[in-house]
Protein backbone atom coordinates (compact mmCIF):
# COMPACT_ATOMS: atom_id res chain seq x y z
CA UNK A 1 0.00 0.00 0.00
CA UNK A 2 1.16 2.98 -1.07
CA UNK A 3 -0.44 6.75 -0.33
CA UNK A 4 0.00 9.45 -2.46
CA UNK A 5 -1.72 12.63 -3.64
CA UNK A 6 -5.00 12.58 -4.23
CA UNK A 7 -6.80 12.83 -7.75
CA UNK A 8 -7.87 16.50 -7.33
CA UNK A 9 -4.52 17.72 -7.46
CA UNK A 10 -4.34 21.66 -6.43
CA UNK A 11 -8.02 21.47 -5.69
CA UNK A 12 -7.53 19.18 -2.63
CA UNK A 13 -4.02 21.26 -1.45
CA UNK A 14 -5.09 22.10 2.37
CA UNK A 15 -6.03 25.54 1.97
CA UNK A 16 -8.36 24.63 -1.02
CA UNK A 17 -10.27 22.22 0.90
CA UNK A 18 -10.48 24.31 4.01
CA UNK A 19 -11.79 27.38 1.95
CA UNK A 20 -14.02 25.10 0.56
CA UNK A 21 -15.36 23.51 3.88
CA UNK A 22 -15.32 27.15 5.35
CA UNK A 23 -17.22 28.77 2.76
CA UNK A 24 -20.58 26.50 3.83
CA UNK A 25 -20.03 26.29 7.82
CA UNK A 26 -23.17 28.18 8.36
CA UNK A 27 -25.18 26.08 6.29
CA UNK A 28 -23.71 22.86 7.36
CA UNK A 29 -24.02 23.70 10.77
CA UNK A 30 -27.85 24.33 10.51
CA UNK A 31 -28.12 20.87 9.37
CA UNK A 32 -27.24 19.37 13.20
CA UNK A 33 -29.70 18.72 15.64
CA UNK A 34 -27.11 19.00 18.40
CA UNK A 35 -26.20 22.50 18.27
CA UNK A 36 -28.93 23.85 19.19
CA UNK A 37 -28.79 22.02 22.41
CA UNK A 38 -25.28 21.41 23.08
CA UNK A 39 -22.10 23.35 23.22
CA UNK A 40 -18.72 22.23 22.55
CA UNK A 41 -16.25 21.48 25.81
CA UNK A 42 -12.46 21.92 25.71
CA UNK A 43 -10.20 19.75 23.59
CA UNK A 44 -8.29 17.24 25.69
CA UNK A 45 -5.65 15.01 25.06
CA UNK A 46 -7.77 12.20 26.46
CA UNK A 47 -11.22 11.23 26.72
CA UNK A 48 -13.09 8.88 28.70
CA UNK A 49 -16.81 7.71 29.87
CA UNK A 50 -16.27 9.06 33.22
CA UNK A 51 -15.14 12.29 31.42
CA UNK A 52 -17.83 12.91 29.87
CA UNK A 53 -20.41 12.04 31.96
CA UNK A 54 -18.57 13.03 35.38
CA UNK A 55 -16.52 11.18 37.78
CA UNK A 56 -18.59 12.66 40.82
CA UNK A 57 -21.67 10.81 39.05
CA UNK A 58 -20.34 7.74 38.50
CA UNK A 59 -18.64 7.29 41.70
CA UNK A 60 -21.92 8.23 43.78
CA UNK A 61 -24.10 5.89 41.79
CA UNK A 62 -21.91 3.24 42.30
CA UNK A 63 -21.32 3.64 45.94
CA UNK A 64 -24.44 4.96 47.85
CA UNK A 65 -25.11 2.25 50.41
CA UNK A 66 -26.87 2.31 53.85
CA UNK A 67 -24.41 3.15 56.18
CA UNK A 68 -25.02 0.59 58.83
CA UNK A 69 -24.86 -2.44 56.12
CA UNK A 70 -22.24 -4.04 54.96
CA UNK A 71 -20.47 -3.12 51.81
CA UNK A 72 -22.48 -4.76 48.94
CA UNK A 73 -20.56 -7.66 46.69
CA UNK A 74 -21.51 -6.32 42.81
CA UNK A 75 -19.87 -6.34 39.48
CA UNK A 76 -17.73 -3.78 38.18
CA UNK A 77 -18.81 -4.15 34.41
CA UNK A 78 -21.09 -1.14 34.82
CA UNK A 79 -18.18 0.92 36.26
CA UNK A 80 -15.65 -0.27 34.21
CA UNK A 81 -17.87 0.43 31.17
CA UNK A 82 -18.50 4.45 32.64
CA UNK A 83 -14.59 4.04 32.76
CA UNK A 84 -14.13 3.18 29.27
CA UNK A 85 -12.15 5.03 26.63
CA UNK A 86 -14.46 6.92 24.17
CA UNK A 87 -14.43 5.28 20.63
CA UNK A 88 -13.24 7.37 17.48
CA UNK A 89 -16.06 7.78 15.26
CA UNK A 90 -14.26 7.12 11.93
CA UNK A 91 -16.33 6.85 8.69
CA UNK A 92 -14.07 6.73 4.83
CA UNK A 93 -15.84 7.04 1.42
CA UNK A 94 -13.95 5.93 -1.31
CA UNK A 95 -14.68 6.65 -5.08
CA UNK A 96 -13.67 3.76 -6.66
CA UNK A 97 -11.74 3.07 -10.60
CA UNK A 98 -15.56 3.62 -12.25
CA UNK A 99 -16.61 6.75 -10.59
CA UNK A 100 -12.83 7.81 -11.60
CA UNK A 101 -12.99 7.10 -15.17
CA UNK A 102 -16.54 8.70 -15.29
CA UNK A 103 -14.65 12.01 -13.91
CA UNK A 104 -12.18 11.79 -16.42
CA UNK A 105 -15.33 10.94 -18.97
CA UNK A 106 -15.76 15.21 -18.31
CA UNK A 107 -12.95 15.68 -20.13
CA UNK A 108 -14.77 14.70 -23.32
CA UNK A 109 -18.12 16.95 -22.64
CA UNK A 110 -18.44 19.88 -25.07
CA UNK A 111 -18.17 22.50 -21.94
CA UNK A 112 -15.89 24.91 -20.65
CA UNK A 113 -13.05 25.00 -19.31
CA UNK A 114 -14.59 27.25 -16.24
CA UNK A 115 -17.98 24.33 -16.11
CA UNK A 116 -15.64 21.55 -16.75
CA UNK A 117 -13.39 22.86 -13.34
CA UNK A 118 -17.21 23.27 -11.65
CA UNK A 119 -18.31 19.89 -11.63
CA UNK A 120 -15.00 18.52 -10.76
CA UNK A 121 -15.53 21.13 -7.81
CA UNK A 122 -18.99 20.00 -7.24
CA UNK A 123 -17.74 16.05 -6.83
CA UNK A 124 -14.64 16.84 -4.53
CA UNK A 125 -17.01 18.78 -2.51
CA UNK A 126 -20.48 16.21 -2.67
CA UNK A 127 -17.42 13.80 -0.88
CA UNK A 128 -16.19 16.16 1.50
CA UNK A 129 -19.65 17.48 2.49
CA UNK A 130 -20.76 13.56 3.01
CA UNK A 131 -17.67 12.56 4.80
CA UNK A 132 -17.20 16.13 7.15
CA UNK A 133 -21.36 15.80 7.82
CA UNK A 134 -21.28 12.16 9.33
CA UNK A 135 -20.11 12.93 12.77
CA UNK A 136 -22.67 15.40 12.98
CA UNK A 137 -25.02 12.66 12.48
CA UNK A 138 -23.67 10.24 15.03
CA UNK A 139 -23.70 12.87 17.37
CA UNK A 140 -27.26 13.81 16.68
CA UNK A 141 -28.02 9.73 16.40
CA UNK A 142 -26.26 9.85 20.58
CA UNK A 143 -28.02 12.81 22.10
CA UNK A 144 -31.09 12.18 20.81
CA UNK A 145 -30.88 8.53 22.04
CA UNK A 146 -29.87 10.17 25.35
CA UNK A 147 -32.31 12.95 25.69
CA UNK A 148 -34.89 10.06 25.11
CA UNK A 149 -33.94 6.91 27.30
CA UNK A 150 -30.91 8.59 29.09
CA UNK A 151 -28.75 6.07 28.16
CA UNK A 152 -26.73 6.12 24.64
CA UNK A 153 -26.32 3.11 22.66
CA UNK A 154 -22.37 3.11 21.82
CA UNK A 155 -22.91 0.50 19.35
CA UNK A 156 -23.72 2.66 16.81
CA UNK A 157 -20.81 5.18 17.38
CA UNK A 158 -18.88 2.99 14.96
CA UNK A 159 -21.32 0.58 13.32
CA UNK A 160 -20.66 -1.87 11.97
CA UNK A 161 -17.57 -2.44 12.77
CA UNK A 162 -17.02 -0.33 16.02
CA UNK A 163 -16.16 -1.20 19.44
CA UNK A 164 -19.61 -2.18 21.39
CA UNK A 165 -20.00 -0.52 24.73
CA UNK A 166 -23.29 -1.35 24.71
CA UNK A 167 -25.82 0.89 26.27
CA UNK A 168 -24.04 3.60 28.35
CA UNK A 169 -26.38 4.78 31.28
CA UNK A 170 -26.03 8.68 31.73
CA UNK A 171 -27.04 8.29 35.67
CA UNK A 172 -30.18 10.16 35.53
CA UNK A 173 -32.66 9.42 39.25
CA UNK A 174 -34.60 6.80 38.72
CA UNK A 175 -37.85 9.24 39.82
CA UNK A 176 -36.94 11.16 36.41
CA UNK A 177 -38.43 8.29 34.34
CA UNK A 178 -42.45 8.69 35.57
CA UNK A 179 -45.25 6.86 34.43
CA UNK A 180 -48.86 7.50 33.14
CA UNK A 181 -52.52 6.91 34.87
CA UNK A 182 -53.24 4.59 31.85
CA UNK A 183 -51.48 3.61 28.59
CA UNK A 184 -51.99 6.84 26.34
CA UNK A 185 -53.30 4.18 23.76
CA UNK A 186 -56.28 3.84 26.10
CA UNK A 187 -58.92 5.83 24.84
CA UNK A 188 -59.89 6.63 28.80
CA UNK A 189 -56.63 8.30 29.33
CA UNK A 190 -55.99 11.61 30.57
CA UNK A 191 -52.79 12.73 28.70
CA UNK A 192 -52.95 16.48 29.99
CA UNK A 193 -53.02 15.23 32.83
CA UNK A 194 -50.24 13.12 33.00
CA UNK A 195 -48.11 15.85 32.17
CA UNK A 196 -49.59 17.97 34.69
CA UNK A 197 -48.72 15.80 37.16
CA UNK A 198 -44.85 15.40 35.84
CA UNK A 199 -44.82 19.23 35.80
CA UNK A 200 -46.13 19.34 39.57
CA UNK A 201 -43.66 16.62 40.67
CA UNK A 202 -40.85 18.32 39.01
CA UNK A 203 -42.24 21.48 40.93
CA UNK A 204 -41.68 20.23 44.03
CA UNK A 205 -38.18 19.16 43.45
CA UNK A 206 -37.39 23.04 42.25
CA UNK A 207 -37.71 22.20 38.70
CA UNK A 208 -39.36 24.06 35.67
CA UNK A 209 -39.49 23.12 32.12
CA UNK A 210 -39.10 25.37 29.21
CA UNK A 211 -40.79 22.96 26.40
CA UNK A 212 -41.96 19.06 26.12
CA UNK A 213 -40.73 16.89 23.54
CA UNK A 214 -42.70 14.24 21.81
CA UNK A 215 -42.39 12.12 18.67
CA UNK A 216 -44.79 12.56 15.86
CA UNK A 217 -46.17 9.55 15.79
CA UNK A 218 -46.51 10.36 19.73
CA UNK A 219 -48.41 14.13 19.18
CA UNK A 220 -50.75 12.38 16.70
CA UNK A 221 -51.85 10.11 19.49
CA UNK A 222 -52.33 12.18 21.82
CA UNK A 223 -53.65 15.67 19.55
CA UNK A 224 -56.58 12.72 18.49
CA UNK A 225 -56.86 11.98 22.12
CA UNK A 226 -60.78 12.27 23.23
CA UNK A 227 -59.66 13.42 26.72
CA UNK A 228 -57.53 15.85 24.51
CA UNK A 229 -60.19 17.09 22.49
CA UNK A 230 -62.57 17.13 25.38
CA UNK A 231 -60.29 19.52 27.19
CA UNK A 232 -59.61 21.80 24.45
CA UNK A 233 -63.44 22.25 23.76
CA UNK A 234 -64.54 23.00 27.04
CA UNK A 235 -61.00 25.86 26.93
CA UNK A 236 -62.28 26.87 23.56
CA UNK A 237 -65.98 26.49 24.08
CA UNK A 238 -67.07 26.50 20.42
CA UNK A 239 -71.21 26.41 21.17
CA UNK A 240 -73.22 23.91 19.88
CA UNK A 241 -72.61 22.39 17.37
CA UNK A 242 -69.28 23.59 16.34
CA UNK A 243 -66.28 21.84 16.29
CA UNK A 244 -62.94 22.79 17.79
CA UNK A 245 -59.39 22.70 14.84
CA UNK A 246 -56.93 20.38 17.26
CA UNK A 247 -53.58 21.81 15.86
CA UNK A 248 -50.27 22.01 17.39
CA UNK A 249 -51.20 26.26 18.03
CA UNK A 250 -54.69 25.72 19.78
CA UNK A 251 -53.14 22.96 22.37
CA UNK A 252 -49.87 25.25 22.82
CA UNK A 253 -52.44 28.02 23.53
CA UNK A 254 -53.76 26.04 26.26
CA UNK A 255 -50.57 24.67 27.61
CA UNK A 256 -49.57 28.14 28.12
CA UNK A 257 -52.98 29.77 29.82
CA UNK A 258 -52.86 26.75 32.31
CA UNK A 259 -49.11 27.25 33.12
CA UNK A 260 -47.75 24.34 31.18
CA UNK A 261 -44.74 24.01 28.61
CA UNK A 262 -45.34 24.20 25.32
CA UNK A 263 -45.47 21.02 23.13
CA UNK A 264 -41.80 20.99 20.42
CA UNK A 265 -42.77 17.77 18.06
CA UNK A 266 -39.28 15.76 16.86
CA UNK A 267 -39.68 14.27 13.59
CA UNK A 268 -35.94 12.64 13.36
CA UNK A 269 -35.17 9.70 10.60
CA UNK A 270 -30.78 9.47 10.13
CA UNK A 271 -29.34 6.63 7.96
CA UNK A 272 -27.04 4.50 9.28
CA UNK A 273 -25.22 1.58 7.97
CA UNK A 274 -26.04 -2.38 8.85
CA UNK A 275 -23.95 -4.64 7.13
CA UNK A 276 -23.03 -2.18 4.20
CA UNK A 277 -26.31 -0.95 3.66
CA UNK A 278 -28.15 2.25 4.86
CA UNK A 279 -31.00 1.63 7.62
CA UNK A 280 -33.37 4.79 8.28
CA UNK A 281 -33.54 4.86 12.17
CA UNK A 282 -35.36 7.09 14.67
CA UNK A 283 -32.89 7.68 18.06
CA UNK A 284 -35.65 9.25 19.96
CA UNK A 285 -37.53 7.16 21.93
CA UNK A 286 -40.76 6.95 20.23
CA UNK A 287 -43.11 5.69 23.46
CA UNK A 288 -41.46 8.37 25.85
CA UNK A 289 -42.28 12.29 26.37
CA UNK A 290 -39.10 14.28 27.14
CA UNK A 291 -39.79 17.34 29.77
CA UNK A 292 -36.88 19.61 28.69
CA UNK A 293 -35.32 22.79 30.92
CA UNK A 294 -34.72 26.41 28.86
CA UNK A 295 -31.13 26.96 27.67
CA UNK A 296 -27.98 24.63 26.61
CA UNK A 297 -28.27 21.04 28.05
CA UNK A 298 -24.85 20.09 28.06
CA UNK A 299 -21.93 20.11 26.39
CA UNK A 300 -19.88 17.85 23.38
CA UNK A 301 -16.56 16.59 25.27
CA UNK A 302 -14.29 15.81 22.48
CA UNK A 303 -10.09 14.92 22.40
CA UNK A 304 -7.57 15.95 19.98
CA UNK A 305 -7.29 13.02 17.05
CA UNK A 306 -3.52 11.73 16.95
CA UNK A 307 -3.35 12.93 13.05
CA UNK A 308 -3.89 16.60 13.96
CA UNK A 309 -1.02 16.08 16.52
CA UNK A 310 1.38 14.15 14.09
CA UNK A 311 -0.09 14.23 10.33
CA UNK A 312 1.01 11.40 8.13
CA UNK A 313 2.92 12.91 4.88
CA UNK A 314 1.01 12.37 1.32
CA UNK A 315 -2.75 13.42 3.14
CA UNK A 316 -4.50 16.36 2.74
CA UNK A 317 -6.18 17.81 5.97
CA UNK A 318 -8.75 19.91 6.76
CA UNK A 319 -11.25 20.46 9.98
CA UNK A 320 -14.52 21.09 10.11
CA UNK A 321 -15.33 22.03 13.42
CA UNK A 322 -13.61 19.50 15.57
CA UNK A 323 -14.05 16.81 12.83
CA UNK A 324 -10.96 16.46 11.08
CA UNK A 325 -11.30 15.52 7.19
CA UNK A 326 -8.36 13.75 5.39
CA UNK A 327 -8.13 12.73 1.58
CA UNK A 328 -5.65 11.06 0.15
CA UNK A 329 -4.84 8.34 -2.31
CA UNK A 330 -3.99 4.63 -2.10
CA UNK A 331 -2.53 2.26 -4.92
CA UNK A 332 -3.58 -1.06 -3.31
CA UNK A 333 -6.07 -1.40 -4.72
CA UNK A 334 -6.48 1.78 -6.82
CA UNK A 335 -9.23 4.24 -4.83
CA UNK A 336 -9.47 7.84 -3.41
CA UNK A 337 -10.62 8.05 0.10
CA UNK A 338 -12.00 10.88 1.80
CA UNK A 339 -12.52 10.67 6.01
CA UNK A 340 -13.92 12.10 8.49
CA UNK A 341 -12.55 11.30 11.95
CA UNK A 342 -13.74 12.73 15.45
CA UNK A 343 -13.02 12.23 19.30
CA UNK A 344 -17.06 13.47 21.23
CA UNK A 345 -19.08 12.13 23.29
CA UNK A 346 -22.46 14.46 24.14
CA UNK A 347 -23.44 14.53 27.80
CA UNK A 348 -26.28 15.92 29.38
CA UNK A 349 -25.01 18.67 32.25
CA UNK A 350 -28.48 19.68 32.87
CA UNK A 351 -29.95 15.79 33.13
CA UNK A 352 -31.13 16.20 36.64
CA UNK A 353 -33.33 18.94 35.21
CA UNK A 354 -34.80 16.43 32.46
CA UNK A 355 -37.79 14.16 32.96
CA UNK A 356 -39.62 11.41 31.15
CA UNK A 357 -42.92 10.49 30.88
CA UNK A 358 -43.31 7.10 29.69
CA UNK A 359 -46.74 6.79 27.88
CA UNK A 360 -46.39 2.84 27.32
CA UNK A 361 -45.99 2.47 31.26
CA UNK A 362 -48.96 2.67 33.40
CA UNK A 363 -48.19 3.43 37.55
CA UNK A 364 -48.65 0.47 39.27
Not at 115 to 127: C, E, F, K, S, T
Not at 306 to 335: C, F, H, Q
Request: net charge negative.
Amino acid sequence: MAIVASLFGDLAQEQNLQALIDDQLQLLYGQSIWRRHLDWGVPQMELTFATAIGRSRIESAASIVDPDSPAPKRSRNKLEKLEGKIPTMKEAFDLNQDDYRKLRSLQNLPISDQARLNLLIQQLWNDVQIAATSTDRRIDIMFLQGISTFEIDVTVLNNPDGVDFGKIDLLASADQKRTVSKVWTDSTADPIKDIEDVVTYAGSKGRRFNEIWMDQSTWSRFKNHPEVYKKLAAFYNPGSGRTVAITRSAINEYMVENELPQIVVQNHRIAVEKDGKPEIINPFKVENVVFVPAGKLGIVHNAISIETMEPVEGINYATYDRTLVSKWRDNNPWKEFTQAELNAFPALEQIDGIYLLQTDVPTV
